[in-house]
């Protein structure tokens, strides 16, 4: 059985930073392209940093410079780290991956960002 889990969301100030990890279970994640996505209420989820297999990494506009994703495949993990969080980065964040069997994603991890 897949399981994805994330952890490290909390509660910070404006300009803060959070490191949030995904573990992976019943999958191997290295030949796997991994995504980290976002979502408020009454909103679309919404895709917020991939990286690939090989460790391409791409971003969406508005994270370039101030999120990163990484990986750890010996360990099976995958990372953003968050850095001048602002208050709308306020949201429930997901990792998730896709095989051809499926899409996979975790139960997500609550992100406040507020004074």
């Known amino acids: 059985q897949v399981q994805l889990v994330e952890s490290g969301g909390g509660l910070v100030q404006p300009g803060g930073s959070l490191r949030l990890s995904c573990a992976a279970f019943g999958i191997a994640i290295r030949t796997l392209d991994m995504n980290w996505y976002r979502q408020t209420p009454g909103k679309q989820r919404e895709l917020v940093a991939t990286?690939?297999?090989?460790?391409?990494?791409n971003y969406v506009d508005s994270e370039k410079g101030r999120f990163t994703i990484s990986r750890d495949n010996a360990g099976n993990m995958v990372y953003l780290q968050m850095n001048s969080l602002k208050q709308e980065d306020t949201a429930v964040y997901y990792c998730?991956?896709?095989?051809?069997?499926?899409?996979?994603w975790g139960q997500g991890t609550q992100v406040t960002v507020s004074s």
């Open positions: 990286i690939t297999a090989v460790g391409n990494t």
């Open positions: 998730n991956t896709e095989t051809y069997r499926s899409s996979y």
